[in-house]
């Protein structure tokens, strides 16, 4: 990146200078504070005995470090009557977001490749729909959706789930490949035509291998939608089928015996670290793809 | 045949794609539309009866809190996000050695589900340990933070969480659209003179005006679509002090069995989101086809 | 023989608007095609209807004796070489010239011995394993070359394969195409809108300006006889000077008058051209009109003019004057002793002269 910042400190003395730059820099501090403080609570107060939880004060660090609460989050809490804990839960917000992810940016990439480079009459029109769909509030599909899956079967089930997050993610990921496919230059089409490749031999040898960065910012962008979903999991699911959003909800939630903050709060991180790691390990990738797009755009 | 095959393999790609879109998206618009304008209650009914059911909700103080709560968060929400995101940017865009870092901090919480970002402010928020206990316990006995339970201040719990969660988004966009000026527009400024703060107010953030107008479509969808983060946060309480047209809208639909509210309000979510989406989105692709 | 390659009543719409109206060209084995014309003048369309790449709206294209108006490009044995030159960019160079075979289904040991024989041809193998994107343009230009040579198609085709080169590299890889054409003795057609190039390159040129061919001819009939404003304005640089004039009958021929601002207009006799209109725009190459003191062969005639400009270019010095309410360049010799602001005794040969009419623009002579 080039730096295109410029020091804020022309003609002003050097003691000025230190103080706008302390100002600066408690002001960024104060900011990061603020950022932190929730994470830094939760993790805290998972830590914690319910004894010191309702003693201490909300930001102290633990007297005594305990990993109970992290257990019963994971294999004991209470989602209503079931006392399994996250992890079966956990376990099916993967069986959902996995394939649901690899199909969703499968098709977006095909959507997109053809919509950039094999336009056709009538393709920008598609491409305007999916758009629009990107948009829409999922509330108003949500009852016929309801029956739709009952009729085909897949009510409540992981299958049925999956199938829901494919279709309303497909907006998302034909319009991250377009962007992207359609700056690369239609004479690399239009050369591989001369030479012999068909359809699916371009993308496949010569697209394919060009879209890493958008299959990262597609997979990340919907690994995250999909994980984090919570109004299609708990509006389609049923007791075994919950994604870990709605187990967390029904845990926090959960109205029968002692209110265990230190078990809410591990259950919340459990819940987050997937989505968490893949930005930490992968957000840099997310942040220049998808920020490339909205200035192009 | 396989000629024709590979003559239309671009459109035989899409069809699966426009077909589920037609359906799902489309044509459950319509139905949801069709189905506002019956009497259905448990059970969908599909005989067209006026618009008892927009009626009902203009009647309903439930839904009137509903909407009011809808452009409160919404205008808070947008207004302060984008402003913490513009300032958060402008200050990380003055050569910070530690940019990467704090950038990193500022934009975790988007990797967050509404639910935990919900639960993670309930905690806090919650007067017996939270925030309220916590200062009081420094010795500040007065000390009052109890929005959370307060039926007036609880939206405003929301719009807090909201922000947290979204404004270090806000920020990468305003970032990477700061870093997008030509740089040597700014030279020019710079030579000729003018005060930093004039190069921004003047030249940098006028030149950004499709990112302001990105990043208000993307918090819009977001105020309007806000569900889980309400659940988590408030259960839509107290009472039904913060509710919004997307939690409204699932009570009816699967807690009170009542279809033809829950479809109405839908419907009029659907005409928010149109109202705003769709002048952008015309825009844009009438932009881009030239 | 039938031609290698037949265009017959070719039209290209796109919606409502047509790019190109009714086109008939044709070339023999061996020929080099120059379609050259402005920016938007439907030479590229034209090229990519060749192709495959562009349904034609109506007509027909024969490549080799074959109708191929609706074979897609795979299966009409042509090669092609892109302006930018749409190099795979995750393919190593070597990749690049074997993809074409490799899609075809090429056995291993053919590939090889082809790469290899492009790759010497060329000299670029030590850039075999090199990506693209490490590659300088005149390179990736070579690459490109190498990927349409590998092919060794009935038909070559060029898009502005030059125009994202420096200047002096252009002229090298001008000269290089031209020594390639010579020794493969191969069937090419080339889309410019560079007229220089089109006169080095081509045994056959195609001036086209809003989807309508303008004139068909070798170079010397382009650039001697240009059938109408349009072509003698474009070929040629400086411009040849299309000044208006007067004619009047004298003899076998005519004599034309050139208005001047200065009052005495310049008159000229012509003995060769006689019924010409009395309005007519008169057309001489800048190289037509000479330094009258350092001499030069041929039938010439004597004026003063009053220099304006004086571009010296190393070789030639160019002189600008007003003629006939328009400017007008003459390509004098280095050694003249014109300067701006004075009069310079110049001598005009109308051995070469066109005359247009100027209501239609169309060639008179």
């Known amino acids: 990146m080039t730096d295109m910042s410029y020091s804020p400190s022309r003609g002003q003395s050097p003691a000025l200078k230190l103080v706008l730059r302390s100002i600066l820099y408690i002001l960024l501090g104060l900011f990061a504070l603020f950022y932190l403080m929730p994470l830094f609570v939760m993790i805290t107060t998972s830590l914690k005995s319910l004894d010191e939880i309702r003693t201490g004060d909300l930001v102290s660090l633990p007297r005594e470090v305990t990993f109970d609460a992290w257990r019963t989050a994971w294999s004991g809490a209470c989602t209503g009557i079931q006392c399994e804990g996250v992890k079966p839960f956990f376990l099916n917000s993967l069986l959902i977001a996995v394939p649901a992810v690899m199909i969703s940016t499968l098709i977006g990439a095909l959507n997109g490749y053809v919509v950039a480079q094999w336009r056709f009459k009538g393709s920008n029109i598609f491409f305007a729909l999916m758009l629009f769909g990107c948009f829409i509030p999922f509330q108003v599909v949500l009852l016929p959706m309801a029956r739709v899956l009952g009729l085909m079967g897949v009510a409540g089930t992981i299958p049925g789930l999956i199938f829901v997050h494919v279709i309303y993610g497909l907006g998302f990921t034909t319009l991250f490949f377009r962007n992207y496919y359609v700056s690369i230059p239609s004479e690399l089409t239009k050369a591989a035509k001369v030479d012999g490749a068909g359809f699916f031999r371009i993308f496949w040898s010569i697209f394919l291998p060009l879209s890493l960065p958008i299959i990262v910012v597609a997979v990340i962008w919907q690994f995250t939608q999909i994980w984090n979903d919570f109004l299609f999991g708990v509006s389609f699911s049923q007791a075994g089928t919950q994604p870990v959003t709605v187990a967390l909800n029904n845990i926090v939630n959960s109205t029968t015996g002692v209110k265990e903050y230190n078990v809410d709060m591990a259950a919340a991180i459990i819940a987050a670290l997937p989505t968490l790691f893949v930005y930490v390990v992968a957000g840099k990738y997310f942040i220049r793809g998808l920020t490339a797009g909205s200035v192009k755009g | ?290 | 023989m039938s031609p290698i390659l037949e265009v017959k009543n070719l039209f290209k719409n796109y919606g409502g608007t047509e790019v190109l109206k009714d086109i008939n060209v044709s070339i023999d084995e061996g020929d080099f095609l120059v379609l050259v014309g402005p920016s938007g003048c439907g030479k590229s369309t034209l090229l990519n209807c060749i192709a495959g790449l562009e349904p034609i709206t109506r007509g027909d294209m024969f490549i080799d004796g074959q109708n191929m108006t609706n074979v897609s490009p795979k299966d009409r044995d042509i090669a092609m070489v892109f302006q930018s030159y749409a190099l795979y960019p995750t393919m190593s160079v070597a990749k690049n010239i074997t993809f074409g075979m490799k899609v075809r289904g090429v056995d291993q040991a053919t590939q090889d011995a082809k790469l290899k024989q492009v790759a010497g041809q060329l000299q670029i193998e030590p850039l075999l394993h090199r990506k693209p994107g490490q590659l300088s343009g005149g390179q990736r230009q070579r690459v490109a070359m190498g990927r349409a040579l590998v092919r060794d198609p009935k038909l070559f085709l060029f898009d502005e394969p030059l125009s994202n080169l420096d200047a002096k590299l252009r002229v090298e890889m001008r000269t290089e195409i031209k020594a390639l054409h010579q020794n493969l003795g191969a069937s090419m057609v080339y889309v410019t809108h560079d007229q220089i190039e089109a006169m080095t390159l081509a045994t056959k040129i195609v001036v086209m300006k809003g989807g309508i061919i303008q004139q068909i001819g070798s170079p010397t009939e382009i650039y001697n006889r240009p059938a109408n404003l349009f072509v003698a304005d474009f070929m040629g640089s400086p411009a040849m000077n299309l000044i208006p004039a007067t004619a009047r009958k004298n003899g076998k021929g005519s004599k034309i008058e050139i208005a001047r601002e200065s009052g005495d207009p310049i008159f000229l006799i012509d003995t060769k051209n006689k019924d010409l209109p009395e309005n007519v725009i008169i057309g001489v190459r800048p190289e037509d009109i000479a330094d009258a003191a350092l001499g030069r062969a041929g039938k010439t005639q004597e004026a003063d003019c009053l220099i304006d400009i004086v571009e010296p270019a190393g070789a030639d010095t160019f002189a600008v004057m007003q003629l006939g309410g328009k400017p007008v360049t003459a390509r004098l010799h280095a050694e003249t002793k014109a300067a701006a602001g004075t009069a310079q005794r110049l001598a005009f040969d109308l051995g070469k002269v066109s005359y247009f009419e100027p209501e239609t623009g169309l060639r008179l002579n």
């Open chain 2, 1 to 290: 045949m396989t000629r024709w095959l590979q003559d239309n393999m671009p459109k035989i790609v899409l069809a699966p794609s426009f077909i589920a879109v037609m359906v799902f998206v489309y044509g459950f618009i319509a139905w949801t539309a069709w189905v506002s304008l019956t009497r259905s209650r448990l059970m969908p009914r599909y005989e067209i009866d006026s618009f008892i059911q927009y009626e009902r909700l203009a009647s309903s103080p439930r839904f009137e809190v509903a909407m009011t709560n809808l452009f409160i968060f919404g205008a808070l929400f947008i207004v302060i996000a984008m402003v913490l995101g513009l300032l958060l940017a402008i200050l990380l865009d003055q050569k910070i050695r530690t940019e990467g870092a704090i950038r990193t901090i500022y934009l975790y919480p988007m990797a967050l589900s509404m639910i935990v970002t919900g639960t993670a402010w309930k905690w806090i928020l919650n007067p017996e340990l939270g925030i309220e206990a916590t200062v009081q316990g420094w010795g500040f006995a007065n000390f009052e933070f109890n929005w959370l339970v307060d039926p007036d201040m609880a939206i405003y719990t929301v719009v807090l969480a909201a922000i947290w969660q979204s404004s270090g988004f806000v920020m990468a966009l305003f970032l990477a659209g700061l870093r997008s000026v030509d740089e040597e527009i700014i030279k020019a400024a710079q030579v000729d003179g003018i005060p930093t703060w004039r190069v921004y107010s003047a030249i940098i953030i006028p030149s950004m005006a499709p990112i302001f107008l990105s990043a208000f479509i993307v918090l819009a969808h977001l105020a309007i679509k806000s569900f889980d983060l309400v659940i988590a946060l408030t259960g839509g309480g107290p009472g039904y002090a913060t509710d919004l047209p997307a939690t409204y809208m699932y009570a009816m639909a699967f807690s009170r069995g009542d279809i033809g509210q829950a479809a109405s309000s839908a419907m009029v979510m659907m005409l928010v989101v149109f109202a705003i989406v769709v002048p952008y989105l015309y825009s844009e692709l009438r932009t881009k086809d030239d």
